[in-house]
């Protein structure tokens, strides 16, 4: 089971292959839900995650994947919770998530104050995730899941769906 980089290293690499169900282009480290691994000899392996919300309906299929994963991995007891306080941001998400994101057609939520470049505004029309237009209007506040809103560009006439700032 354990490299020469050791237990924990070791779950974090599992972890970082772990899909999330609802956008597969990102992984759960990806999304920054992984809070917490701790490993024990003799008890095992204990992983902390928290929900993008805590209503996620996807919650219950992300620690089942964990889980899975961790045992594929070698981790013979594993054990997943939720952590809910602080409540999850999207300014955990990873740089590489968001441009997964980005590639895979979907606007990524502004990254946090501390580490933009510009003093872009968070409430500034997003460009469109097809041909870069700010001329866009949002349809609706909610897309095919509840932490992503969906939008049209009126240049391209395209849709797309961009991450909310959580």
């Known amino acids: 089971m354990s490299s020469a980089l050791g237990p924990i290293d070791d779950a974090w690499r599992a972890l970082s292959g772990v899909p999330d169900p609802e956008i597969p282009v990102l992984t759960v480290v990806d999304l920054g839900i992984v809070r917490s691994v701790e490993f024990s000899e003799g008890v095992g392996l204990s992983v902390g995650i928290t929900p993008t919300y805590s209503g996620c309906p996807a919650t219950a299929v992300i620690r089942e994947h964990i ?8 981790f013979a007891s594993v054990s997943v919770h939720e952590v809910l306080s602080p409540a999850w941001t999207t ?12 590639a ?3 606007v990524p939520p502004p990254r946090p104050r501390s ?10 029309p997003p460009l469109c995730a097809r041909c870069a237009s700010r001329a866009t209007e949002r349809l609706s506040e909610f897309g095919s899941t509840p932490c992503k809103a ?12 961009r991450f909310k700032c959580i």
């Not at 889980?67 to 070698?74: I, W």
């Not at 740089?95 to 994101?101: Q, T, Y």
């Not at 580490?115 to 500034?124: I, L």
């Not at 969906?150 to 849709?159: F, G, H, M």
């Open 67 to 74: 889980a899975t994963a961790l045992r594929a991995a070698g």
């Open 150 to 161: 969906l939008y049209r560009c009126t240049s391209c006439l395209e849709p797309f769906e």
């Open 104 to 106: 895979y057609g979907m």
């Open 91 to 102: 300014d955990w998400m990873s740089e590489e998530g968001r441009r997964k994101l980005q």
């Open 115 to 124: 580490r933009r470049s510009d003093e872009s505004a968070d409430d500034a």
